[in-house]
T-cell receptor, first 112, second 113 residues
Framework: DSGVTQTPKHLITATGQRVTLRCSPRSGDLSVYWYQQSLDQGLQFLIQYYNGEERAKGNILERFSAQQFPDLHSELNLSSLELGDSALYFC???????????FGEGSRLTVL | GEDVEQSLFLSVREGDSSVINCTYTDSSSTYLYWYKQEPGAGLQLLTYIFSNMDMKQDQRLTVLLNKKDKHLSLRIADTQTGDSAIYFCAESPLGAGSYQLTFGKGTKLSVIP
């Protein structure tokens, strides 16, 4: 158990819908990262937050957004969902802006 | 651009050594990592190597880095069935203020009893 909690574990929805994935980092970790894992693209870095502020952006679509709240949990919002958004979404956390990443078990999103 | 390449599959017999290879393109990478993903689980950091090192050993794991060829390998000695998983190579670019890792697509290791 990495200490990073992600909910929901599984989510099935339809194209055009909007979903929110939630992540609670390890106690004391200030940085949260979101990654997308799909069969064709592999693991792609989406976005990082540190202590509530956006730190870095990767291959995140404009339809996706994220935030980190004062209690340090983070949410990833995915809107206008397409079939190609079906993937495993991982959250990871680290103590500081850079450090060993601890991954959650992921949220599996299926878009039908 | 950054790119990390790995072979997709490796099959070994229990008790043999496994060698998983990775090549990367970003010559400025400071840290290179090996992660393990078991079915239904997140990624677990196995080991990492700093780019000024050639080798790192940690119990059954040996990491070799050839910086000139941008080649990284992970050797697992005495491979066990519990080592069956997907192994990801990842790099962290120099100067990044965070661990924005670039991952390979993973090598699925199957251990035959």
């Amino acid at each position: 158990d990495s200490g990073v909690t992600q909910t929901p574990k599984h989510l099935i929805t339809a194209t055009g819908q909007r979903v929110t994935l939630r992540c609670s980092p390890r106690s004391g970790d200030l940085s949260v990262y979101w990654y997308q894992q799909s069969l064709d693209q592999g693991l792609q870095f989406l976005i990082q937050y540190y202590n509530g502020e956006e730190r870095a952006k990767g291959n995140i679509l404009e339809r996706f957004s994220a935030q980190q709240f004062p209690d340090l949990h983070s949410e990833l919002n995915l809107s206008s969902l397409e079939l190609g958004d079906s993937a495993l979404y991982f959250c990871a956390s680290s103590v500081a802006e850079a450090g060993e990443l601890f991954f959650g078990e992921g949220s599996r999103l299926t878009v039908l | 651009g950054e790119d990390v390449e790995q072979s997709l599959f490796l099959s070994v017999r229990e008790g043999d050594s496994s060698v998983i290879n990775c090549t990367y393109t970003d010559s400025s990478s400071t840290y290179l990592y090996w992660y393990k993903q078991e079915p239904g689980a997140g990624l677990q950091l196995l080991t990492y190597i700093f780019s000024n090192m050639d080798m790192k050993q940690d119990q059954r794991l040996t990491v070799l880095l050839n910086k000139k060829d941008k080649h990284l390998s992970l050797r697992i000695a005495d491979t066990q069935t519990g080592d069956s998983a997907i192994y990801f190579c990842a790099e962290s670019p120099l100067g990044a203020g965070s661990y924005q890792l670039t991952f390979g697509k993973g090598t699925k290791l199957s251990v035959i009893p």
